[in-house]
Structures are given as C-alpha cells and as structure tokens.
C-alpha cells in the first residue's frame, strides 16, 4: 500500500487562489518600498552556520535548522567523538551549513562580502522564505516569508521616521488597520542599569518581550530564574508598565534615568524620532511601549513592533536599528535600521477580514470556449491580441460539453466567458457571457478589449 503524502509540520502548501492572494500582498510591499527608493537583492536559502551562530541569542541559536554535510559525514568523524555526550558540539562535526533564521544577518553578511560595491546608504529589500525549529501554531509557521527593507551605512535617524512612514503606507494599502509600538534597547540598558542589573541586560529584555505572550507573572518568574533579585524587580515593574501621555512618559524616564548616560541617549533617539513623526499625520497611531523588547540581541537604538487592530495574531512587522552587526563580519562601524513584514501573519489577517480585493479572486479573466478545431483555430488568433491588451486569456483545451467548460469556468471564478461558433465566425462577433449576471451579447473584438480593459 501506497504511503500517504505529507508535509513537515509548520509548513504549507498553497493553491492557486492562495497565491494569487499572496502575490497581491508581496506586489503591494514591493511597489512601496521601490517609492521609497530601496532596491532588491536575494541571497541563498543556506548560509554557513558560522555566519548564523551567535546572532540570535541562545534562545535563537535552538530554532535554526541545520543541514548535514553531504556524502558520508560519519566516516570523518573520529570515534571518540561518538562517545561525547556534548550534542552541541557534535552537530557542529556533521553539519556545517543552515537555513536562514532571518534576512538581516545573511544581509549583514551580503554587505561586508559586496562591500566594493555598494554605495553607502545602501537601501535594499528583500523578499524570501525563513525557517525557524519553532512549535507550529496560529500565526507560526517553521517556513514562512519575510518582507525586509533596510538602510545601511548611516546613523541618520530620519531612517527610522521613514521606515515608519512605509508601514504605514503599507498597511494602508492592504486596509489593515494597525498601531506601531516604538522603544530603544538604550533606554532598556539604562532601566537595567537603575535596577542595577546591568549585566542582565539580554535576560531582561528576553524576559519583557514574551509579555505580551505569557504574562507579567511569568515573566517574573523567568527573570528570577535568571537570578533578578526581588528589589531589581520591585524597581522594575513600575517602569514597563508606565502608562499616561507621551509627555508623561518621557518626563518619568527621564527622573528615572537621569544617571544613566546611555538610557538618557536612548530617550534623547526616541524624542527626536516621534517629534518627526508628529508632522507627519500618519494614519496609523504610534506611541512609546517600554515593554517592546524584541528578544534579538544585535539590535542596539530603536525597536519597532506593529500589531493588528482587529485580528489577535502577535506582530506582523517589526525591527529596529543595529548599530555593528557587519562589525562581526569584518566590516565595524557600519549602523543599520530595518524592519520586516510577515507576510504569512498579514496573509491571515487580511483572509480573516475578508479584506482582499475581489479582483484576486481570479487569474484568468476571459475564457474561449472550444466548439472544435476550426472554431478553436479562429480563437487562437483572436485570444493573441486579447493578451496584447493586457486582458488574461485562455481557450479550453478541448471540445467537450459546453456544460462541462461552463463549470470549469465557474470553478476557475473567471468573470467572462466568450462564445463563438460557426455562425459568428461568419458574422466576425462573439458571443460575450457575464458569469456573474447571466447576461449574453453579441460584441466586435474591439468592444470586448474595450469593456474588459
């Protein structure tokens, strides 16, 4: 008996009509960022696990998918080694390659190989599939596609007010009504800095960032078993949870922080990055969320987490700014900000609201009937210049039962349907069917490019 089919767990296949759906949001993004100046690159779907490691903290480091060396790994590796209880260690002598965690390391990487060139700021997207060792649930996939847009080579802050500005052309153009938290890992290391736990930072911030997730009380009981003592936490609370006006908020860190030169730096990118933003009449609202920590350890200034109005599903797009990730390539003091879309999270949302536009329900948007060789010849020509016109077209294959293409239009929701037999190859008309109303007439070739275009 046949095995039957499947796939890894977190991943999807998609149907035509999911595509279609999908290619719409991945068009959107696009047009946006190419308004915006930024330019595309890809780079491979495995990167050296040397370039991955390390990048993305320890928690990180779990989810990246290795791959095994090709050919018989096992014979290059030295018996004693099998006795080695270090898993770990192990996998290192028998894979050396992974799947990308992210877009932002490979193009770190990217960067400092192609430095020669590249012209500084380098504004680029990108548009491919990551895969992560997660546990699958609504939302979260092991495969999933990102949509990033980064500047590179430039400290300038106006690149977070224009990254900010994108998504909120972004998500205005795919009618997903949206809020952006905004906070800085500066201010972050002066909170940890007041509590005094500054050598805590990554345990703190790892920590704030699953509240949304798990709870205050959980993330309490997470930064005590990193060994946050009690009175670091009691200080701590008041902070994250600080809520009020963003004057409020700002006048309250500033007490507070008012002894850390790096917490007070991180206010001070924070202020002049929302005092932009005020001018700027954004339709999505925007404000300063200190429990915003996004748990990767290479970001070092501004963070940046968008969230759905109407659909409970985390984030659908975030970032931030990182001020040496080339550094670890051999490229220092280069400053990098971007931020990332989820597609797969937006594709959700927007089936959710049933917010897609009609117009990608179908591909093809006029179809020939075949009534026989002779007719199927006469549509062939006639089908040419329909394309020409930039209306998509296609002719059944086969002259079966008119009933039978009918349904195959219907299952395809292609909107029209064009019949043309011996009598209107005579007549040099065609016979054009509404599938949606029912209606038939009888239009030239002209009318019919005319009332489709």
Request: proline share 4%; glycine share 8%.
């Amino acid at each position: 008996m046949a095995q039957k089919p499947s796939i890894p767990k977190g991943t999807r296949d998609f149907s035509p009509e999911e595509m279609t759906r999908r290619n719409y949001i991945f068009d959107t993004v696009k047009t946006v960022f190419r308004l915006y100046g930024y330019q595309p690159i890809e780079t491979p779907a495995m990167e050296n696990l040397s370039t991955l490691m390390g990048k993305y903290g320890e928690e990180g480091d779990k989810l990246l998918f290795k791959v095994l060396n090709s050919g018989d790994f096992l014979s290059k590796i030295p018996e004693d080694e099998f006795d080695d209880n270090e898993s770990a260690r192990f996998s290192t002598l028998i894979s050396e390659k992974g799947l990308k965690y992210d877009l932002t390391v490979p193009f770190a990487r990217y960067v400092v190989q192609h430095r020669n060139d590249i012209n500084f700021p380098f504004k680029r997207y990108q548009i491919q599939p990551v895969w992560r060792a997660d546990r699958p649930q609504k939302g979260r996939y092991r495969e999933f596609f990102q949509c990033d847009v980064d500047v590179i080579g430039s400290n300038s802050l106006l690149n977070e007010v224009e990254l900010i500005q994108i998504i909120d052309e972004v998500f205005k153009r795919l009618k997903i009504k949206t809020e952006i938290k905004i906070n800085n890992r500066k201010i972050l290391a002066g909170i940890a800095e007041f509590i005094g736990e500054a050598e805590r930072i990554i345990d703190i911030t790892v920590a704030i960032d699953k509240l949304d997730k798990i709870g205050l009380e959980k993330v309490n009981d997470e930064l005590k078993t990193k060994g946050i003592p009690e009175a670091a936490l009691n200080k701590l609370q008041p902070i994250i949870l600080l809520e009020g006006s963003l004057k409020n908020k700002f006048a309250k860190l500033s007490e507070v922080l008012k002894d850390s030169e790096v917490g007070m730096k991180g206010i001070e990118e924070a202020k002049t990055v929302m005092n932009q933003l005020k001018d700027l009449n954004l339709e999505t609202k925007w404000d300063l969320d200190l429990t915003l920590a996004r748990g990767l350890n290479y970001y070092t200034g501004a963070i940046i987490e968008v969230k759905a109005k109407d659909v409970e599903i985390g984030s659908i797009c975030g970032g931030g700014r990182y001020d040496d990730l080339t550094g670890i390539f051999g490229l220092p003091d280069i400053s990098g900000v971007g931020i990332s879309f989820g597609a797969d999270r937006i594709y959700d949302v927007m089936n959710e609201q049933n917010s897609f536009p009609d117009s990608e329900k179908f591909a093809t948007k006029l179809m020939f009937v075949n009534f026989g060789e002779e007719e199927a010849k006469h549509c062939l020509k006639l089908i040419s210049t329909v394309r020409e016109k930039g209306i998509s077209a296609e002719l059944y294959p086969d002259s079966a039962k008119t009933k039978k293409q009918m349904n195959y239009a219907n299952k395809k929701s292609i909107p029209f349907v064009a019949l043309i037999g011996e009598t209107e190859m005579k007549d040099g008309i065609i016979n054009l069917k509404n599938m949606q109303s029912g209606e038939q007439k009888p239009v030239s070739l002209e009318k019919l490019i005319s009332e489709l275009s």
